[in-house]
């Protein structure tokens, strides 16, 4: 299963890469654009996506990914530093699968993505 994972924090993208790469194929973006550019390059079978990035925000980004057929059946697993009711809300009302708080807890973090795979490859 590859998993790409978005964040414009490199030390949120290492904690993610430390967590997964020993189970997944990880393919890392810091941004929406080069998130898109890896999505025409790569068979992706579930995204981590932070809200809030320059550019292009999380849910700009799941926004363009509803639109298009190639990518919209993928599971999206937002990463997010505000648990306040409107984002969840706004989260709600997105495509994505579900949303991990940050820091991320390793455990949660393998515990969820390990749920996805499962239904993935049914």
Same mark, same amino acid.
């Given at each position: 299963m590859t998993?790409? +994972? @978005?964040?414009?924090?490199?030390?949120?993208?290492?904690? @993610?890469?430390?967590?997964l790469e020993d189970t997944y194929e990880l393919c890392l973006a810091k941004s929406g654009k080069s998130a898109l550019k890896a999505l025409e390059r790569s068979k992706v079978d579930l995204i981590l996506l932070?809200? *809030? %990035?320059?550019? %292009?925000?999380?849910? /700009?980004? @799941? +926004?363009? #990914?509803?639109k298009q057929e190639a990518y919209k059946h993928i599971p999206v697993i937002? #990463?997010?530093?505000?648990?306040? /009711?409107?984002?969840?809300? *706004?989260?709600?009302?997105?495509? +994505?699968?579900?949303? @991990? /708080?940050?820091?991320?807890?390793?455990?949660?973090?393998k515990e969820k993505v390990a749920f996805f795979s499962k239904h993935v490859h049914q």
């Open positions: 998993i790409l +994972a @978005i964040d414009d924090s490199s030390e949120n993208l290492i904690v @993610i890469k430390t967590v932070d809200i *809030q %990035m320059p550019e %292009m925000s999380g849910f /700009e980004l @799941i +926004a363009e #990914l509803e937002f #990463l997010t530093g505000t648990i306040r /009711e409107d984002i969840v809300s *706004q989260i709600r009302k997105t495509s +994505a699968k579900d949303f @991990i /708080e940050k820091p991320v807890d390793a455990k949660i973090l």
